[in-house]
């Protein structure tokens, strides 16, 4: 998962699509956790 964070532009808009209970909310609220650790 770090390297799927791992990224150098600031992302302005994305777009996750998935399965049902494939994990997008897991992902997304692991992503959004993890960027504000490193921008508080």
Known sequence: ??????FSSPLRHT???GA???GKDV???HAI???KQQQP
């Open 27 to 29: 992902l997304t609220s």
């Open 20 to 22: 049902p209970c494939s």
């Open 33 to 35: 956790k993890t960027l």
């Open 15 to 17: 777009l996750l699509v």
């Open 1 to 6: 998962m770090q390297s799927v964070l791992n």
